[in-house]
């Protein structure tokens, strides 16, 4: 019996095309990828908060090169901000956007009257709205560290790390709910929405960890990639994540559609 529902539950990922959506994802992931770490960046300096220091230096050491060139790559292009930097910024960031809504239509069956212009304007409305969950994941992390003064008079390494990891994950789980609300294009419960959304943190945080545990006990890994190790670890990483949220979006679909909770 378990062998016959485990199978059907595989029949329908397949009808779903997951893996192919995820890997659709994680293409206009890494092309909205720059865009994406300046607004990231832009938030964050709002409220005096060094994304270098504060962020990519508590990464694993395998990653850091990557990200600091990333942050690099990002503040160099907004060396020179004008009207016309910030709307494509704001354009080609939300790509992924519009192809995350697209999906969602084929995934859930339905047809959706927010296409062409409107799909761009929603688009463009979401990494909006992501823009304020960036600053307030920053003032998260700003309130934290005076806490941490105040209390310990001195910031404590170890206690602002933790601090830094509960603000992404809550952080994290605002931004998979909120892209489960962007993405359904039929009436479903709230409360199915955040179950679905808790799956796909999950899994976000099983690959997570399963990838740092391979970099740091498999030293091969840097030796066979060598200076493409980083990156091959942060397409790996994404990949992931985005299949995590596709199992999500497709979870959501799957209870709304027969109505099991």
């Known amino acids: 019996m378990f062998k016959k529902k485990f199978l059907s539950l595989l029949n329908y990922a397949e009808e779903k095309r997951i893996s192919t959506v995820a890997g659709a994802w994680v293409f206009y992931f890494v092309s909205a990828i720059v865009p994406l770490t300046f607004l990231f960046i832009t938030a964050y300096g709002v409220f005096g908060v060094d ?26 292009a907004s060396g020179k901000v004008t009207v016309f930097f910030v709307f494509t910024t704001l354009f080609s960031s939300s790509a992924l956007i519009r192809q995350m809504l ?19 304007v ?45 603000s992404f994950t809550l952080i994290s789980y605002a931004v998979i709910v909120l892209l489960n609300l962007f993405i359904c294009p039929i009436d479903t419960k709230k409360s199915v929405v955040l179950f679905c959304s808790l799956i796909s943190l999950a899994l976000v945080f099983l690959g997570t960890m399963a990838l740092k545990f391979y970099v740091e006990f498999f030293s091969r890994y840097n030796r066979f990639y060598g200076g493409l190790a980083g990156a091959i670890g942060l397409l790996t990483w994404t990949y992931w994540c985005m299949l995590g949220l596709v199992v999500g979006v497709v979870c959501l679909e799957f209870i709304t559609r027969k109505k099991l909770l």
């Open 51 to 76: 994304v270098s220091k504060d962020l990519v230096s508590r990464l694993p050491e395998q990653f850091r090169e990557n990200a600091y060139l990333l942050v690099e790559t990002a503040n160099r």
């Open 102 to 120: 697209k999906d969602g239509s084929r995934i859930y069956g339905v047809g959706r009257k927010d296409k062409g212009v409107k799909r761009i």
């Open 122 to 166: 929603k688009g463009v409305f979401a990494v909006c709205v992501l823009f304020f969950v960036f600053m307030l994941c920053a003032l998260l992390i700003l309130f934290g560290k005076h806490l941490l003064n105040t209390v310990f008079h001195g910031e404590k390494k170890g206690l602002i790390t933790v601090l830094t990891a509960v």
